[in-house]
């Protein structure tokens, strides 16, 4: 006799309970993505569980398809959160760093010199970076060096 975790009711009683989770799921849609709703992790939680019991590839596929709705209710959810934070702003950010960059202070004067090279000190930026950088890996051959062929 087949163990219980690969006998065909047992596994027939797993894509049901998948089955009842994602319609249910689908059918609070408006309830789990409000933002105070712990819906959306109480239905992660039931999935988690039946996720335990899979050993075959159909009832994976429903937990595939039941994590593919839940990412999508969570994006939804995370759209509607309001946050009193400001936006980054790619312009300001830009402008910001132009004026740690200029060599003088004159903001008439156009950014390229007469012979094309930039009026940027760059000294200020790359101390900054290099806080927050490590140094380049090196490359390493797993099996030898390419481009060799054997004759």
């Known amino acids: 006799q087949k163990p219980l975790e690969m006998s065909t009711a047992f596994r027939s009683k797993i894509r049901r309970d ?3 989770l994602i319609e249910t799921t689908e059918d609070h849609k408006q309830e ?5 709703s712990d819906g959306l992790s109480q239905a992660l939680d039931k999935g988690d569980e ?3 019991q899979v ?4 009832e994976a596929a429903l937990d595939s398809e039941f994590l593919s709705l839940a990412s999508q209710l969570g994006t939804e959810k995370c759209q509607r959160l309001s946050t009193g934070l400001r936006k980054f702003d790619v312009v300001e ?4 760093i132009r004026c ?3 060599k003088d202070s004159k903001p008439d004067k156009n950014d390229d010199d007469e012979d094309g ?9 790359i101390e900054q970076v290099q806080l927050y950088s490590s140094g380049t890996p090196t490359s390493e051959f797993m099996y030898g060096a ?3 062929e054997a004759k």
């Open 146 to 148: 390419m481009g060799i």
């Open 55 to 58: 050993k075959m590839p159909r």
């Open 50 to 52: 039946l996720f335990s």
């Open 100 to 102: 740690l960059l200029k």
């Open 32 to 36: 789990i993505i409000r933002p105070e």
């Open 93 to 96: 950010f830009m402008s910001k």
């Open 117 to 125: 090279r930039d009026n940027f000190d760059w000294s200020p930026l």
């Open 18 to 20: 998948y089955r009842i």
